[in-house]
């Protein structure tokens, strides 16, 4: 099956430094990828959308001066939190289409533990 | 896309047939209907999809009524390791359109 992989699995960084998480389908393009945040005991909530060698579409009240995302290729995205924030603390979850599934099937990664101190 | 509906929890012996319902009510003829399952503290993996024909792969099964307006996904014989939150999820195939994730249902297989 397809695979996503993200780097890294965890991370804790002390308040108001920038973090950034990598996010890479292994065996397939995807020229649409999303980012995902799930905080404990909730759902995952989508926060942006972003299409390869395109700005990202941004989730309402997802601010994305704060929440960078970058997809410079068909299998590497990245979101940078920047100045992060205790509130940021969460589990940040990437996804990726598969661009060769006629139906658009995503596919998910391990996703990415944020502690902020 | 249209919403569904999923029992919060549901519990199944190891080795028996776990049936998860879903009710979508309000399917349109052009959406899909997906599912996922999330175990703990892990991203959610794809387990199966369908649009009206009943589909089966390695993991599971998905029967999908002649309406369309709920569907049942069977993992034949329940492991330990299926202990997982199910989520069921209607959309449009291709395109732009993006998984909304609901509540889904905690399944807890039990020796």
């Known amino acids: 099956g397809a695979v996503v992989s993200q780097h890294p699995s965890r991370v804790i960084c002390k308040s108001g430094t920038s973090v950034k998480i990598e996010c890479r389908s292994l065996?397939?393009?995807?020229?649409?990828m999303f980012w995902y945040r799930q905080f404990p005991k909730q759902s995952l909530m989508l926060m942006a959308t972003?299409?390869?060698?395109?700005?990202?579409?941004?989730e309402q009240g997802v601010e994305k001066d704060k929440f960078l995302i970058n997809h410079a290729s068909l299998t590497l995205s990245t979101l940078t939190v920047t100045s992060a924030h205790p509130e940021d603390s969460s589990f940040y979850i990437c996804?990726?289409?598969?661009?060769?599934?006629?139906?658009?099937?995503?596919?998910f990664g391990p996703g990415t533990r944020l502690l902020v101190l | 896309d249209a919403k569904t509906t999923q029992p919060p929890s549901m519990d199944c012996a190891e080795g028996r047939a776990a049936n998860l319902p879903c009710n979508h009510s309000t399917i349109s003829g052009n959406e899909y209907v997906y599912w996922y399952r999330q175990i703990h503290s892990q991203g959610p993996q794809y387990i199966i999809h369908g649009l009206k024909n009943n589909e089966t792969n390695e993991m599971a099964s998905l029967i999908i009524t002649e309406d369309r307006k709920s569907s049942t996904l069977i993992l034949p014989h329940a492991t330990l390791r299926d202990t997982a939150v199910y989520y069921c999820?209607?959309?449009?195939?291709?395109?732009?359109?993006?998984?909304?994730f609901g509540k889904g249902t905690m399944l807890l297989v039990s020796p």
């Open positions: 999820i209607v959309r449009v195939a291709g395109g732009y359109s993006t998984l909304t």
């Open positions: 996804s990726a289409r598969d661009r060769a599934s006629g139906t658009g099937t995503q596919y």
């Open positions: 972003s299409n390869e060698g395109s700005k990202a579409t941004y």
């Open positions: 065996d397939f393009q995807a020229t649409t």
